[in-house]
């Protein structure tokens, strides 16, 4: 019984993530910098790494990239998308598990975006054979520092009530 | 909010102009192209742009006629030449990657080539 209740809510998560990716593809940013996105699918996968674990955390990443692919249809940003969710996804659980007397969720969510940015523009400079992909870096970094600092923001509140709310059924 | 993630927020801060600037003197020292100078078809001189030949010219006498380069600082120009028209004469400087001043009665071109070899991808789109 366990376990299909963990399985339904870790499918749950990866929905919730699907709808806040194609949602996040309609809202227009202020600034034109190719790569740039709000990132609010990676509250779920933050929310995840800290409720469930780092395998969840891992498998919902994963799972939510192939399933974006079949649903916009763009394989190019497949290859960028499950790069960056992958890295970030580890340095984030690195983060939480090691560091998370140092950071707090906010931390935790800007390394991520961190991370997410320099696994595609090294995923990109690869694939394009071109180094100078890396010029967008800094300009990059800024703005996940906006996006990563409001994505742990709303995950502190989201883990918050779930923690209370699901304690029963996932920690016996 | 932590003192480590302030602190992380401003190291990224610092880090990023840093390495915007880094990347802006990068972008603007253009050791990036020379000057092919080509006739009939066939490049006959190389020229890499350097602080030191600024002003200097190069008389190019070849079978078909007579033209006289100067370099300029990034930029080239033909100043002399003895075809009728002189249409390289009055073109001017050239300094971008791609263009070209071309002298048809001596079969001369000059051409701003990059250094690097340019990717084959016209468009990316994602």
């Not at chain 1, 674990?53 to 498998?59: S, T």
């Not at chain 1, 961190?114 to 970094?141: D, E």
């Not at chain 2, 009055?90 to 250094?115: A, D, F, H, W």
């Amino acid at each position: 019984m366990k376990r299909l209740n963990k399985m339904i809510f870790i499918s749950l998560l990866v929905a919730i993530g699907l709808a806040l990716s194609v949602l996040e593809s309609a809202i227009p940013l202020p600034i034109a910098i190719p790569g740039a996105k709000l990132g609010l699918s990676n509250m779920v996968i933050l929310v995840t790494l800290v409720v469930f674990g780092f395998k969840d955390g891992i498998i919902v990443s994963m799972l939510k990239s192939v399933l974006l692919m079949l649903i916009t249809g763009s394989v190019s940003s497949f290859i960028y998308s499950i790069s960056g969710a992958i890295f970030s996804c580890i340095v984030m659980f690195i983060a939480y598990k090691y560091l998370s007397n140092v950071f707090s969720l906010i931390g935790v969510s800007i390394l991520g975006a961190l991370a997410h940015n320099t696994a595609q523009v090294s995923v990109a400079s690869f694939m394009l054979h071109n180094l100078k992909i890396y010029a967008y870096l800094p300009f990059l970094m800024l703005v996940s520092l906006f996006t990563g600092y409001f994505v742990g923001l709303a995950s502190i509140y989201i883990v918050k009530n779930l923690k209370t709310n699901y304690k029963m059924l996932f920690y016996k | 909010m932590t003192k480590g993630d302030k602190l992380l927020i401003v190291f990224v801060i610092i880090l990023s102009f840093l390495s915007m600037g880094y990347i802006n003197k990068q972008a603007f020292s253009n050791d990036s192209k020379y000057v092919s100078v080509q006739v009939n078809g066939k490049e006959v001189k190389k020229i890499i742009f350097d602080k030191k030949i600024i002003g200097t010219t190069i008389p190019l006498k070849t079978e078909y006629g007579y033209n006289l380069i100067e370099i300029g600082d990034e930029k080239v120009r033909v100043i002399e030449a003895d075809c009728p028209d002189k249409i390289d004469v009055k073109q001017g400087y050239i300094s971008r990657i791609g263009e070209t001043i071309v002298c048809l009665p001596n079969k001369m071109v000059i051409e701003i080539k990059g250094l690097e070899e340019d990717t084959e991808i016209d468009i990316m789109n994602h």
